[in-house]
């Protein structure tokens, strides 16, 4: 009699351990590079006056925060309190800044003109931080929002390309000022005196030039393109008491990399910093809030004087 083989037990299937397939929605590279042109171009808006007071001017400004944060606060009052719309709110988050500024400018930082950078850095972010004890105590410490129109809300498809409308927006009124700011340093007699009055101020005076009202105007001019950066800017980088320390490094990047000889430097700086912080943050999250600095880094090694200044 043969002996029987026992037949081995079957064995369960195995699990399948694949994950199942599920449609990953990537953004194309031309939306990501609009996103980063429209971040870049508000950056300089924000920044552009840090470049006319340190690079044209000569001091260094470090409460320009400040002034950014108190025209987004004009604007988000205007907004939901008094029921303005947002375009309407523009000129006043322009005017508001420049106002105190230049209050400023004559009271207190025409005494530190001749100072040396380190006493203008201690004295400007004792401002900054008077700031923002002031706006935490009046405003509170939550975060402001800003309500945009209907027509600047959502994204458009253009040839495969999500355009956001209020970037777009953003980008449009950046360049024109961009444009316009080019002009009137290069092109008018203002640009002329302002270059004059920083170049050689005693030399100046004995053309008839009056230095100390330029240097108000332009430092209340710079005042309320911050203000007017900061308005833009709130429903985008949001908007609390500690605005001004949080991008206060991002302004300076913008002038460091850049130099600050002329406004092309920031401007094309901005624009660079803008599109690698955007793609940075998407394509390697984990390393994403690094890019720009890192980016920095590599910048002052190879030209510490900016990309775009001129050796000295």
């Known amino acids: 009699m043969q002996a029987s083989v026992p037949i081995p037990p079957r064995r369960a299937p195995r699990p399948d351990r694949r994950r ?36 044209l001017m000569n001091f260094v400004n470090l409460a320009h925060g400040a002034f950014a944060m108190a025209g987004g606060y004009v604007t988000a009052i205007l907004i939901n ?29 025409v005494r530190l003109y001749h100072r040396n950078h380190l006493d203008q850095v201690l004295f400007s972010i004792g401002l900054v931080f ?22 600047l809300k959502g994204r458009v498809d253009i040839l495969g390309v999500q355009v956001g409308l209020y970037r777009s927006f953003i980008i449009v009124v950046c360049s024109v000022l961009v444009v316009a700011l080019q002009l009137v340093l290069a092109k008018t007699r203002f640009g002329s005196r302002l270059r004059a009055a920083v170049d050689d101020p005693r030399v100046a005076r004995g053309l008839g030039i009056n230095v100390s009202a330029i ?28 605005f001004p320390l949080k991008f206060m490094i991002y302004f300076l990047i913008v ?34 809030a690094f890019v720009i600095y890192s980016l920095m880094i590599v910048v002052l090694v190879l030209r510490p004087q900016g990309l775009f200044a001129r050796a000295r």
Do not use: H, N
């Open 20 to 55: 199942p397939s599920c449609p990953v929605r990537r953004l194309p590279v031309l939306t990501i590079l609009f996103d980063g042109v429209a971040y870049g171009m508000l950056l300089f808006v924000l920044a552009c006056g840090l470049a006319i007071t340190l690079g």
């Open 81 to 109: 309190r008094w029921g303005l719309p947002f375009l309407a709110t523009l000129p006043f988050a322009f005017l508001v800044p420049a106002a105190i500024g230049l209050v400023l400018e004559r009271t207190l930082y």
């Open 130 to 151: 008077m700031a923002v004890a002031a706006v935490d105590w009046t405003m509170g410490s939550q975060q402001q929002f800003v309500t945009l129109p209907s027509w």
């Open 215 to 242: 240097f108000a105007i332009t430092f209340a001019f710079g005042s309320g393109l911050a203000g007017l950066g900061g308005a833009l800017g709130a429903e985008i980088l949001g908007l609390d008491p500690t």
């Open 255 to 288: 002038v460091t990399v850049g130099g600050t000889t002329s406004l092309t430097g920031p401007f094309l700086a901005s624009i660079l910093l803008g599109v690698a912080d955007v793609a940075g943050k998407y394509y390697v999250p984990s390393f994403g």
